[in-house]
């Protein structure tokens, strides 16, 4: 059932992989973003690879490719587009903005304002944009990678709760070890691998890959154990705002994604541990007594993970 899917998901790693090196883990959950249809937030220090990723994944489904390069003095039509007047025609006509295309790159988001930031909701909810009450359908697929630097916070302009919710994977790169650092120096000595990375998958195969996961096997045990996680963070002393049911759906459909590239039509619980941080710890907001603790979203998570019962037996 699953075997489409699972060749067009390694496709897509190995490809990203010849750009990305020993980022296995960060190259899968990309992946795994874009089979279940959700947006990604790239947030590490500069340097890592963060807009190469992004890059690497738009080179390899082709299809229709734009940046937006973020900054304090953008405006929302600089992202939506704009109605202009046609004295030829003497009517209004629409000029897309470079939100119309299947793989938008918003570089370092998080350096425009709440007004521009605000821009990029309804897209990636909706799939649609609004300019001048008319309403633009986005292609398909459509897919926002988002870059931030979470170290620089001059000049820069938090993401609101509401736009956080909807990127439904956030992606950490780190530092690569000597041995992957070494491999970079070679690879790039005389030009860089995007150059010539090429395309692996059509966007009609891709198409077909996110559909056929959307029909994985999720017994009632898991989705107990699933609901479970993300309930407990609504009840969390620690938390003043636990994840969202758009937080369990992002979680369930990565988890469908996660069992097609381990080659199977099913999914596991160790399929929803391993998403857990990468899908919810975004979405919480911690009270401000945890926050003077330097407790972290992430250490809650995996405290919820130790104390839930695994639904291991029940699957046996």
């Known amino acids: 059932m699953t075997g489409f899917a699972q060749d067009v998901a390694h496709r897509l790693v190995e490809n990203i992989e010849r750009v990305i090196f020993g980022k296995r ?9 874009l ?3 959700g947006h990604l937030l790239i947030e590490d220090v500069p340097g890592v690879g963060k807009t190469m990723l992004a890059k690497a994944m738009a080179r390899s489904i082709g299809g229709t490719f734009r940046r937006i390069q973020f900054t ?14 046609n004295p030829g025609t003497r009517a209004f006509e629409f000029r897309p903005g470079p939100i119309m295309a299947n793989i938008v790159l918003a570089d370092e988001i998080n350096r425009a304002t709440p007004k521009t930031q605000a821009a990029l909701l309804e897209a990636m909810e909706e799939r649609q944009v609004s300019v001048d009450g008319v309403t633009h359908t986005l292609p398909q697929p459509f897919l926002v990678l988002a870059t931030q ?5 001059e000049g820069t302009f938090p993401l609101p709760e509401a736009e956080l919710d909807r990127f439904m994977l956030r992606i950490r790169l780190g530092y690569p070890s000597r041995k992957d650092e070494l491999a970079i120096l070679e690879a790039q000595q005389f030009r860089h691998p995007i150059e010539t990375l090429e395309q692996v998958v059509q966007l009609e195969e891709l198409r077909r890959a996110q559909e056929e996961i959307r029909g994985v096997h999720v017994s009632a045990e898991v989705k107990g154990y699933l609901l479970e996680i993300v309930e407990r963070t609504r009840e969390h002393p620690d938390i003043y705002l636990g994840a969202s049911p758009r937080g369990a759906l992002a979680l369930f459909r990565t988890a469908q994604a996660r069992a097609v590239l381990r080659g199977r039509d099913y999914v596991l619980p160790d399929d929803v541990k391993a998403l857990v941080q990468p899908c919810l710890a975004h979405r919480l907001i911690l009270n401000p007594e945890a926050r003077m603790r330097d ?4 250490q809650i998570l995996i405290e919820l993970m130790n104390r839930i019962p695994v639904p291991g037996a029940a699957l046996a």
């Open 295 to 298: 407790i972290t979203p992430e």
């Open 25 to 33: 883990d960060a190259v899968e959950l990309a992946v795994i973003g």
């Open 72 to 85: 304090p003095d953008m405006l929302p039509s600089d992202i939506t587009g704009v109605s202009i007047f």
């Open 35 to 37: 089979l279940a249809q």
């Open 149 to 153: 630097n979470p170290i620089e916070y």
